[in-house]
């Protein structure tokens, strides 16, 4: 029986999420973190309500989040200066070291997987996975200030990571 396109997506998004893991065990982050970080990262000053909002989740659960990655060292909560009222999100020397290490995870894992291609093969691979996704609205990682992946699984049923 033939192998369906489904099935490498999902072997390659399952040994996408491996290596994150992996990565991210090292910097003592846990992979429910890692979009609030990315977020954080490139948006400095950012609210937790702006953060919520782009991220598609629920206040509550970003709290936590945010109360986590403070408690770890990575993040800091400031009044704004601008609007006493307002706190702001900052990363930590600890969370930049983090966010620059992140950033890259995505760029090393494609590298290692397409290794034993050529580049044009990369790029035939990538201009094909784009055709065969006619119709489906473009999914943008949270580098890209898009959304998380689980909130793109659950709006189009499907399991697509960047």
């Known amino acids: 029986m033939e192998r369906t396109l489904a099935f490498y997506i999902n072997m390659l998004r399952a040994d996408f999420i491996a290596f994150c893991n992996e990565r991210l065990k090292q910097l003592e982050l846990s992979q429910g973190l890692l979009y609030f970080l990315l977020h954080v990262g490139r948006n400095p000053g950012c609210s937790a309500g702006e953060m919520a909002q782009s991220l598609k989740a629920d206040s509550g659960h970003t709290t936590r989040s945010i109360e986590k990655l403070v408690k770890q060292g990575f993040m800091t909560r400031q009044r704004s200066e601008q609007d006493k009222r307002a706190v702001e999100l900052h990363l930590t020397e600890k969370g ?3 966010y620059q290490q992140i950033r890259g995870l995505f760029t090393e894992w494609e ?6 291609m050529t580049q044009e093969e990369t790029q035939d691979l990538k201009r094909l996975l784009q055709k065969a996704m006619g119709g489906v609205k473009p999914y943008r990682s949270p580098l890209e200030g898009g959304e998380k992946p689980e909130d ?9 990571v960047d």
């Open 96 to 98: 930049e070291a983090a």
């Open 111 to 116: 590298q290692q997987r397409t290794q034993h």
């Open 152 to 160: 793109w699984k659950q709006k189009y049923n499907t399991t697509l």
